[in-house]
């Protein structure tokens, strides 16, 4: 029974490895094609081509706005709280949350770096 259970503890622990690196090879390999729409980013956006729709308490708006000042990617953003414009963008935008990004004027629901330098690929 010791040499069995052993073998158990030891198939755990290779699962958990096989896991773990499969986990950080995603991550890797997620980083490296943000990382490339990044660039793609920095070189098509333009000052007031990209506006955030955003709340103060939202964390998929903080994490958005980290990622696009990490990578230097030119956006503005309008708190719909704060201004009576914003919200009325946000109404338009019939979207179900934020962040909400605009795109040339046109909107996305959520923040994803991949949609972000297509959109702007096909606004040109």
Do not use: K, N
């Not at 030119?74 to 795109?103: H, K, N, W």
Request: with cysteine.
């Amino acid at each position: 029974m010791p040499h069995q259970r052993r073998t158990g503890v030891r198939g755990l622990a290779v699962a958990a490895v096989v896991v773990g690196a499969a986990a950080l090879g995603a991550g890797g390999w997620r980083e490296w094609f943000s990382g490339r729409h990044a660039a793609e980013l920095v070189q098509t956006a333009r000052p007031g081509d990209i506006v955030m729709l955003s709340t103060a308490s939202c964390t998929h708006c903080a994490r958005a706005r980290a990622w696009l000042e990490a990578h230097a990617v030119p956006f503005d953003e309008c708190r719909i709280e704060a201004s009576a414009d914003c919200a009325a963008l946000y109404q338009a935008a019939g979207a179900p949350g934020t962040p909400v990004m605009l795109v040339r004027g046109q909107p996305q629901t959520g923040f994803d770096p991949a949609r972000l330098a297509g959109a702007l690929r096909m606004a040109r």
